[in-house]
């Protein structure tokens, strides 16, 4: 039989649906900005992105794409170079990095259309580094995870290779610490079967921990020499992911 609730009972309600969507608001609200999807102001950046649109949408009406990369400048850096062309361009690869990109930059860029109708055997993501002036190790590692967490939604056929954030500076410093902090954070993502982690960075450093103007020319970008040590050392991770012969 149905009764008119009564003021009481509405309040009870009321505050009964509070409690209920509270946890869900708080964790919202409490999202940093590094796992906060954002794009960036500039025109050139906005250009960018729509050209890769346009890559994307190519690449999905050609012959589809079964490895894609996510990043920075050091994944843009690939640009089509010679390390490139031997591994990746026979493998129907598309690179979406983006020079500055921080992780809000690329979280935003695959929700809106990146990697819409594709379906890539593999992704290889690498960014937190342009992150790490501004924002702590956790908030950086949070914004890894956001991307991660979307493009498992997005992908879901997908494996993904979240590579630990590269050592940067000639010598190890407060920077290089915080990086290590993001990287023992995020190689808990690999779950053996959807998600993988993979730590390469020490095949940029020398014997002392240093690193080489010749494998960084700048102590942060990577040399022809430097691209061709990541590509052999993600190399039988890869091939496992993309259901390669040895």
């Known amino acids: 039989m149905y009764r ?35 794009p960036r102001g500039d025109a050139w ?14 690449a999905r009406e050609a012959k589809g794409v079964d490895l894609l990369f996510l990043g920075d400048s050091i994944t843009e850096g690939w640009g089509g170079n010679d390390v490139w062309k031997k591994h990746y361009a026979p493998r129907k690869a598309l690179n979406l990095g983006i020079g500055g990109d921080q992780t809000q930059h690329v979280l935003w860029r695959i929700q809106n259309g ?3 109708g594709i379906k890539p055997k593999a992704v290889m993501l690498m960014i937190g580094t342009n992150n790490s002036a501004s924002s702590s190790a956790d908030e950086i590692a949070a914004g890894v995870e956001a991307i991660v967490a979307e ?3 997005r992908l879901p056929e997908s494996k993904i290779l979240v590579l630990g ?7 190890p410093d407060a920077t290089r610490k915080k990086l290590q902090d993001v990287n023992a954070r995020i190689s808990k993502l690999d779950d053996g079967k959807k998600v993988f982690y993979l730590d390469i960075g ?13 494998i960084m020319p700048d102590y942060l970008h990577l040399s022809g020499k430097g691209y061709e040590l990541w590509a052999e050392a993600v190399e039988p991770t890869l091939r496992k992911l993309l259901g390669e012969k040895p």
């Open 165 to 171: 954030v590269f050592p940067r500076g000639q010598k």
């Open 4 to 38: 008119k609730l009564s003021d009481a009972h509405r309040f009870v309600a009321v505050l009964a649906g509070a409690f209920l969507f509270a946890p869900a608001a708080a964790a919202l609200a409490q999202a940093p900005p590094t796992a906060t999807p954002s």
């Open 45 to 58: 950046w906005k250009q960018r992105h729509e050209t890769y649109l346009g890559e994307v949408k190519k």
């Open 151 to 153: 493009l498992k939604t």
């Open 114 to 116: 990146e990697i819409d």
């Open 202 to 214: 020490k095949s940029f450093l020398e014997k002392d921990d240093t690193i080489s103007k010749e």
